[in-house]
Protein backbone atom coordinates (compact mmCIF):
# COMPACT_ATOMS: atom_id res chain seq x y z
CA UNK A 1 0.00 0.00 0.00
CA UNK A 2 1.05 3.68 -0.73
CA UNK A 3 2.06 5.61 2.05
CA UNK A 4 0.96 9.24 1.12
CA UNK A 5 -2.30 10.44 0.31
CA UNK A 6 -3.39 13.36 -1.58
CA UNK A 7 -6.61 15.05 -1.11
CA UNK A 8 -8.51 16.16 -2.84
CA UNK A 9 -9.09 12.97 -5.15
CA UNK A 10 -10.07 14.96 -7.79
CA UNK A 11 -10.41 18.84 -8.18
CA UNK A 12 -12.10 20.56 -10.93
CA UNK A 13 -11.78 24.15 -11.37
CA UNK A 14 -11.92 27.38 -13.97
CA UNK A 15 -8.65 28.77 -15.89
CA UNK A 16 -6.97 31.42 -14.04
CA UNK A 17 -8.78 30.27 -10.79
CA UNK A 18 -5.73 29.07 -8.05
CA UNK A 19 -5.83 24.82 -7.37
CA UNK A 20 -4.55 23.77 -3.73
CA UNK A 21 -3.75 19.92 -3.28
CA UNK A 22 -2.52 18.51 -0.30
CA UNK A 23 -0.40 15.20 0.73
CA UNK A 24 0.14 13.05 4.23
CA UNK A 25 2.80 10.86 5.05
CA UNK A 26 3.74 8.26 7.53
CA UNK A 27 7.26 8.41 8.26
CA UNK A 28 10.10 10.52 8.62
CA UNK A 29 11.87 11.95 5.59
CA UNK A 30 14.08 13.64 3.99
CA UNK A 31 12.54 15.38 1.13
CA UNK A 32 8.69 15.51 0.03
CA UNK A 33 8.32 15.55 -4.32
CA UNK A 34 5.66 16.55 -5.96
CA UNK A 35 5.36 15.30 -9.90
CA UNK A 36 2.75 15.79 -12.29
CA UNK A 37 1.18 13.17 -14.71
CA UNK A 38 -0.76 13.61 -17.94
CA UNK A 39 -2.93 10.95 -18.91
CA UNK A 40 -0.91 7.85 -19.95
CA UNK A 41 2.21 9.08 -20.11
CA UNK A 42 5.50 9.38 -17.43
CA UNK A 43 5.86 11.71 -14.51
CA UNK A 44 7.44 15.06 -14.59
CA UNK A 45 9.58 16.55 -11.79
CA UNK A 46 7.86 19.46 -10.55
CA UNK A 47 9.54 20.39 -7.12
CA UNK A 48 11.39 18.84 -4.04
CA UNK A 49 11.27 20.79 -0.90
CA UNK A 50 13.72 19.37 1.85
CA UNK A 51 13.23 18.46 5.30
CA UNK A 52 14.45 21.40 6.98
CA UNK A 53 12.04 23.60 4.50
CA UNK A 54 9.24 24.81 5.09
CA UNK A 55 8.24 26.95 1.98
CA UNK A 56 9.32 26.91 -1.64
CA UNK A 57 8.41 28.28 -5.01
CA UNK A 58 9.14 27.59 -8.79
CA UNK A 59 7.37 29.97 -11.38
CA UNK A 60 3.46 29.43 -10.87
CA UNK A 61 4.16 26.67 -8.00
CA UNK A 62 4.34 26.99 -4.36
CA UNK A 63 5.08 24.17 -1.74
CA UNK A 64 4.94 23.97 1.74
CA UNK A 65 5.77 21.27 4.07
CA UNK A 66 5.18 21.15 7.43
CA UNK A 67 7.05 17.85 9.16
CA UNK A 68 5.58 18.17 12.43
CA UNK A 69 1.98 17.51 10.45
CA UNK A 70 3.53 15.19 7.78
CA UNK A 71 1.76 17.01 5.13
CA UNK A 72 2.47 19.20 2.25
CA UNK A 73 0.56 21.35 0.00
CA UNK A 74 1.22 22.29 -3.91
CA UNK A 75 -0.62 25.33 -4.59
CA UNK A 76 -0.96 26.56 -8.59
CA UNK A 77 -1.57 29.79 -8.68
CA UNK A 78 -3.34 31.45 -12.22
CA UNK A 79 -4.38 27.80 -13.83
CA UNK A 80 -4.05 27.11 -17.34
CA UNK A 81 -5.65 24.37 -19.19
CA UNK A 82 -2.12 22.93 -19.91
CA UNK A 83 -2.46 22.30 -16.50
CA UNK A 84 -4.75 19.75 -16.70
CA UNK A 85 -3.03 16.50 -15.29
CA UNK A 86 -2.79 14.11 -12.50
CA UNK A 87 -0.38 15.43 -9.50
CA UNK A 88 1.33 12.87 -7.27
CA UNK A 89 3.56 13.63 -3.85
CA UNK A 90 6.24 11.03 -2.97
CA UNK A 91 8.15 11.07 0.43
CA UNK A 92 11.88 10.15 0.52
CA UNK A 93 13.23 8.71 3.16
CA UNK A 94 16.55 6.97 4.25
CA UNK A 95 15.61 3.62 2.46
CA UNK A 96 16.36 4.07 -1.18
CA UNK A 97 12.72 4.48 -2.23
CA UNK A 98 10.16 7.12 -3.53
CA UNK A 99 6.87 6.71 -1.96
CA UNK A 100 4.32 8.08 -4.07
CA UNK A 101 0.63 8.81 -3.29
CA UNK A 102 -2.40 8.01 -5.07
CA UNK A 103 -2.85 11.29 -6.59
CA UNK A 104 -5.00 14.03 -7.46
CA UNK A 105 -6.83 15.00 -10.64
CA UNK A 106 -6.69 18.53 -10.99
CA UNK A 107 -9.20 19.45 -14.28
CA UNK A 108 -8.99 23.34 -15.13
CA UNK A 109 -12.04 23.59 -17.55
CA UNK A 110 -10.96 26.97 -20.36
CA UNK B 1 11.94 14.51 -23.11
CA UNK B 2 13.16 13.43 -19.53
CA UNK B 3 16.35 11.82 -21.09
CA UNK B 4 14.98 8.28 -19.83
CA UNK B 5 14.04 5.83 -22.53
CA UNK B 6 12.13 2.60 -22.64
CA UNK B 7 11.19 0.24 -25.07
CA UNK B 8 8.82 -1.54 -25.98
CA UNK B 9 6.08 1.17 -25.59
CA UNK B 10 3.51 -1.16 -26.41
CA UNK B 11 3.24 -5.34 -25.71
CA UNK B 12 0.30 -7.29 -25.77
CA UNK B 13 0.82 -11.16 -25.12
CA UNK B 14 -0.78 -14.46 -23.64
CA UNK B 15 -1.16 -15.39 -20.02
CA UNK B 16 1.56 -17.75 -18.99
CA UNK B 17 4.40 -15.99 -21.32
CA UNK B 18 7.73 -14.25 -20.15
CA UNK B 19 8.45 -10.58 -21.03
CA UNK B 20 11.23 -8.37 -20.87
CA UNK B 21 11.03 -4.26 -20.69
CA UNK B 22 14.58 -2.78 -20.85
CA UNK B 23 14.93 0.89 -19.89
CA UNK B 24 18.32 3.36 -20.55
CA UNK B 25 18.99 5.94 -17.96
CA UNK B 26 19.55 9.56 -18.51
CA UNK B 27 23.64 9.80 -19.16
CA UNK B 28 25.62 9.98 -16.20
CA UNK B 29 22.32 8.62 -13.58
CA UNK B 30 22.94 5.81 -11.29
CA UNK B 31 20.18 4.84 -9.83
CA UNK B 32 17.31 3.20 -11.68
CA UNK B 33 13.96 2.45 -10.15
CA UNK B 34 10.70 0.64 -11.70
CA UNK B 35 7.40 1.25 -11.13
CA UNK B 36 3.65 -0.60 -12.03
CA UNK B 37 0.97 1.59 -12.36
CA UNK B 38 -2.86 0.18 -12.72
CA UNK B 39 -6.24 1.80 -12.02
CA UNK B 40 -6.77 -0.30 -9.01
CA UNK B 41 -2.74 -0.35 -7.54
CA UNK B 42 -2.25 3.21 -8.30
CA UNK B 43 1.92 3.40 -8.87
CA UNK B 44 3.48 0.85 -7.08
CA UNK B 45 7.22 1.17 -6.60
CA UNK B 46 9.13 -2.01 -7.75
CA UNK B 47 12.51 -2.35 -7.05
CA UNK B 48 15.84 -0.20 -7.31
CA UNK B 49 19.31 -0.23 -8.60
CA UNK B 50 22.55 1.84 -8.11
CA UNK B 51 25.03 1.28 -9.88
CA UNK B 52 24.61 -2.75 -10.84
CA UNK B 53 23.64 -3.34 -7.36
CA UNK B 54 19.93 -3.77 -5.69
CA UNK B 55 19.29 -1.20 -3.04
CA UNK B 56 15.64 -1.26 -2.50
CA UNK B 57 12.74 -3.76 -3.26
CA UNK B 58 9.07 -2.79 -3.14
CA UNK B 59 6.12 -4.85 -4.33
CA UNK B 60 7.69 -7.04 -6.88
CA UNK B 61 6.23 -10.37 -7.03
CA UNK B 62 8.38 -13.42 -7.31
CA UNK B 63 7.59 -13.93 -10.71
CA UNK B 64 8.95 -10.91 -11.61
CA UNK B 65 13.09 -9.91 -11.39
CA UNK B 66 15.38 -6.65 -13.00
CA UNK B 67 19.38 -6.44 -12.91
CA UNK B 68 21.18 -3.26 -13.80
CA UNK B 69 23.99 -3.76 -16.39
CA UNK B 70 27.42 -2.83 -16.38
CA UNK B 71 26.33 -0.30 -19.08
CA UNK B 72 23.69 0.77 -16.63
CA UNK B 73 20.47 0.08 -18.07
CA UNK B 74 18.16 -2.16 -16.87
CA UNK B 75 15.67 -4.71 -17.77
CA UNK B 76 12.55 -5.92 -15.99
CA UNK B 77 11.61 -9.72 -16.76
CA UNK B 78 8.27 -10.61 -16.20
CA UNK B 79 7.22 -14.41 -16.21
CA UNK B 80 4.28 -16.82 -16.14
CA UNK B 81 1.95 -13.91 -16.61
CA UNK B 82 -1.42 -13.01 -15.62
CA UNK B 83 -4.34 -11.30 -16.70
CA UNK B 84 -3.70 -9.03 -13.88
CA UNK B 85 -0.16 -8.02 -14.22
CA UNK B 86 -1.64 -5.87 -17.42
CA UNK B 87 -0.20 -2.21 -16.21
CA UNK B 88 2.11 0.43 -17.57
CA UNK B 89 5.36 -0.28 -16.63
CA UNK B 90 7.76 2.94 -15.59
CA UNK B 91 11.03 3.30 -15.50
CA UNK B 92 12.94 6.20 -13.89
CA UNK B 93 16.68 7.18 -13.04
CA UNK B 94 18.05 9.73 -10.88
CA UNK B 95 22.09 10.89 -9.55
CA UNK B 96 21.82 8.88 -6.50
CA UNK B 97 19.11 8.19 -3.84
CA UNK B 98 15.61 9.40 -3.54
CA UNK B 99 16.49 10.92 -0.03
CA UNK B 100 18.23 13.29 -2.11
CA UNK B 101 17.59 13.72 -5.65
CA UNK B 102 14.41 13.93 -7.61
CA UNK B 103 13.45 10.92 -10.39
CA UNK B 104 13.31 11.33 -14.04
CA UNK B 105 10.63 8.98 -15.95
CA UNK B 106 10.55 7.41 -18.75
CA UNK B 107 7.49 7.26 -20.86
CA UNK B 108 6.49 3.56 -20.15
CA UNK B 109 5.62 0.04 -21.32
CA UNK B 110 1.80 -0.64 -21.57
CA UNK B 111 1.80 -4.07 -21.41
CA UNK B 112 -1.76 -5.90 -22.44
CA UNK B 113 -2.06 -9.76 -21.28
CA UNK B 114 -4.77 -11.42 -22.66
Known amino acids: SQQGEEDPQALSIQEGENATMNCSYKTSINNLQWYRQNSGRGLVHLIL?????REKHSGRLRVTLDTSKKSSSLLITASRAADTASYFC??????????FGKGTLLTVNP | DSGVTQTPKHLITATGQRVTLRCSPRSGDLSVYWYQQSLDQGLQFLIHYYNGEERAKGNILERFSAQQFPDLHSELNLSSLELGDSALYFC?????????????FGPGTRLTVT
Open chain 1, 90 to 99: ASGGSNYKLT
Open chain 2, 92 to 104: ASSAGPPSSYEQY
Open chain 1, 49 to 53: IRSNE
